[in-house]
């Protein structure tokens, strides 16, 4: 009986002092990894898409802050990360036929620590567009497009931050297997983004940018400038609760690009670790026949 007792004694102490380093273990992630597949629809295009991407944070993040909602913890907490992602899409064009499947990967890395303010940035995206030949003519065409972007800023208070932004997109065309056509387009702007605590303990998070885009476009004498302008505002009724709403303004000089992108979404951590995430997006084009709708829908685990 002595000894059952001692048994028991010690179980009961050795859980004591485990529990706050299990406790510990499992309040902390450093690694995010998920799925996600989209749907495209604009014009004669109609395109789907699955993907998978992977995050690795340099430093621990909290899985249940106490304080903030549970997808700013990178943000607030001011951690850098390396992330890479990777996409396969298929598409059926009107009067054309598929003959493969197109394909995007990419990587990006951000330099942040808790005891500074500067917020560096870069990435690289690889898109192809897969393989269509035309019906009416023996024509094979394909696009291949490559996107690089970097970013320079600072926290100008504990969660607010500015940057300076910086990206390219290079596509080049080859029909029958010859080259056709090469386009580049350059964006440079500013970009902001704060996160708040209301009264009642609910939080709002808004992000801002102001671009300009110059295209150029092979056999064309000038360039095409279009300037950008995007509000985004996030609210979170609860930590683990995000509704989205925004909009991208484009005018400038190349109609294609004219218009007004709506943006909506709903992000739920279903429990600290596992989120579920809608998001739709509308491009509602200036120019005739060139509106478009965009739909996401992505999981994501945290461990």
Request: hydrophobic share 35%.
């Amino acid at each position: 009986m002595i000894a059952t007792r001692r048994v028991v004694a010690s179980s009961l102490v050795a859980a004591a002092m485990g529990s706050p380093y299990l406790a510990l273990a499992e309040d902390t992630f450093q690694t995010e990894a998920g799925l996600s597949y989209s749907r495209f629809k604009g014009g004669a295009v109609r395109a789907n898409t699955a993907g998978a991407e992977a995050t690795y944070f340099f430093d621990k993040l909290p899985t249940r802050p106490k304080d903030y909602p549970l997808e700013q913890a990178q943000f607030v907490e001011r951690s850098g990360s390396l992330g890479a992602n990777y996409s396969r899409s298929s598409a059926d064009i009107t009067g054309q036929e598929r003959l493969s499947d197109g394909s995007s990967y990419g990587v990006n890395v951000d330099f942040r620590r808790p005891d500074s303010p500067l917020i560096i940035s870069a990435g690289y995206q690889s898109l192809n567009s897969g393989k269509t030949r035309t019906l009416s003519i023996p024509i094979e065409v394909e696009a291949d497009a490559r996107f690089f972007e970097a970013s320079v800023g600072a926290y100008v208070a504990k969660t607010t931050a500015l940057a300076l932004d910086w990206s390219r997109t290079k596509t080049d065309i080859t029909s029958t297997g010859s080259p056709t056509g090469t386009s580049k387009s350059t964006s440079i702007g500013l970009s902001g983004q704060h996160l708040t605590r209301l009264a009642g303990g609910d939080h709002i998070a808004f992000v801002a940018a102001v671009s300009q885009v110059t295209a150029d476009e092979q056999g064309h004498l000038s360039s095409e400038k279009n300037r950008e302008y995007l509000l985004r505002m996030t609210y979170y009724p609860t930590r683990m609760l995000g509704i989205t709403a925004g909009i991208l303004s484009d005018r400038g000089d190349d109609p294609f690009s004219e218009g007004e992108t709506y943006t909506a979404g709903v992000k739920m951590f279903v429990t600290p670790t596992v989120s579920l995430s809608l998001d739709y997006r509308r491009f509602q084009a200036k120019a005739p026949s060139n509106d478009s709708n965009f739909v996401t829908l992505k999981a994501l685990m945290r461990f």
